[in-house]
């Protein structure tokens, strides 16, 4: 994610959250997990949320195809680093990306 002169890290994730804010509802992960960058590629990579109420394999496949879009936005570097997220899609679809 690239950030211009005067534009917080905080703010930019801001932005990009509210973009795909549609989608993040969707998801039915709680808007606290998504506001910080930390705990949603937290959430990514351990499979569940900091406080173990939302596990992503108890996500609906219509709920993880929204994760998935979200993922797509808010984090652009290499998905396959998401370990759990990773994982979760290929044992869900049978496919990496």
Do not use: N
């Not at 211009?4 to 509802?25: E, I, N, P, T």
């Not at 997990?33 to 406080?51: K, N, P, V, W």
Request: charged share 25%; hydrophobic share 45%; glycine share 8%.
């Amino acid at each position: 994610m690239a950030f211009r002169k005067g534009h917080s890290r905080h703010s930019v994730w801001a932005r990009l959250v509210a973009a795909v804010a549609r989608d993040a509802a969707a998801t039915g992960v709680p808007a606290s997990e998504m506001a910080s960058e930390a705990r949603f590629i937290d959430l990514l990579t351990c499979g569940q949320s900091y406080d173990g109420r939302h596990d992503l394999r108890a996500m609906s496949d219509e709920q993880f195809l929204a994760l998935e879009r979200v993922a797509a936005v808010l984090h652009q570097d290499s998905q396959d680093a998401l370990v759990a997220f990773s994982g979760e899609r290929l044992r869900r679809f049978g496919r990496y990306g």
